[in-house]
């Protein structure tokens, strides 16, 4: 019923830039808090950044002053903005929507995730 796909990883070398984006499509009424969490190898998937649909912020302190998540919500899109990339950011990040549905249920989706590979 919803897609979330998310685009614009790749590798970077330490002190680089990338912008992730992720799509959200389907049966969409509307959509609450979006957001971002990664997982690494061997590691509990974790908060990256959220935002909801009045814009309020909040952000891993990892990532803090670094990553910048906004969202179109015209466009059902989030996007994380990560400068100052450093090895450890390195993880498949994954997108993810709390969303209602036409039906009028609301649901929990995530993407199929997008890898960013930081090179030291």
């Known amino acids: 019923q919803v897609q979330l796909v998310e685009s614009g990883g790749g590798l970077v070398q330490t002190g680089g830039s990338l912008r992730l984006s992720c799509a959200a499509s389907?049966?969409?009424?509307?959509?609450?808090?979006m957001g971002w969490y990664r997982q690494a190898p061997g590691k509990p998937r974790e908060l990256v950044a959220t935002i909801t649909n009045d814009g309020d912020t909040n952000y891993a302190d990892s990532v803090k002053g670094r990553f910048t998540i906004s969202r179109d919500n015209a466009k059902n899109t989030v996007y994380l903005q990560m400068n100052s990339l450093k090895p450890e950011d390195t993880a498949v990040y994954y997108c993810?929507?709390?969303?209602?549905?036409?039906?009028?249920?609301?649901?929990?989706?995530w993407g199929r995730g997008t890898q960013v590979t930081v090179s030291s």
């Open positions: 389907g049966r969409i009424f509307s959509i609450n808090a």
């Open positions: 993810y929507g709390n969303i209602r549905l036409l039906s009028a249920s609301t649901v929990n989706y």
